[in-house]
Nanobody, 113 residues
Framework: QVQLVESGGGLVQPGGSLRLSCAAS????????MGWHRQAPGKEREFVAI???????NYADSVKGRFTISRDNAKNTVYLQMNSLKPEDTAVYYC???????WGKGTLVTVSS
């Protein structure tokens, strides 16, 4: 019923930027908090960012000032703009619909020279 599809991942050099997208279907998108989590190799999945239905946002300390989460309710899409990327940002990034604890399959971001 609920499907989240991430896109925009890839290989980027340190200091570079990427913009991730998550297209949602089957969700009451405008009413739900949406977010991004990531999982690096050998590590637990961790919270990255959340944007609530009223537009309020929160970020993990590790990405504050570098990442920006946004949403376009008309397109049922949530974005993660990632700037000043570091090698430690390398991970599979997952989109989350907090309304029902739904997850996408992830998109891989690799930050490397």
């Amino acid at each position: 019923q609920v499907q989240l599809v991430e896109s925009g991942g890839g290989l980027v050099q340190p200091g570079g930027s990427l913009r991730l997208s998550c297209a949602a279907s089957g969700s009451i998108f405008s009413n739900n908090a949406m977010g991004w989590h990531r999982q690096a190799p050998g590590k637990e999945r961790e919270f990255v960012a959340i944007i609530r239905s009223d537009g309020r946002t929160n970020y993990a300390d590790s990405v504050k000032g570098r990442f920006t989460i946004s949403r376009d309710n008309a397109k049922n899409t949530v974005y993660l703009q990632m700037n000043s990327l570091k090698p430690e940002d390398t991970a599979v990034y997952y989109c989350r619909d907090w309304g029902g604890d739904y997850w996408g399959k992830g998109t891989l971001v690799t930050v490397s020279s």
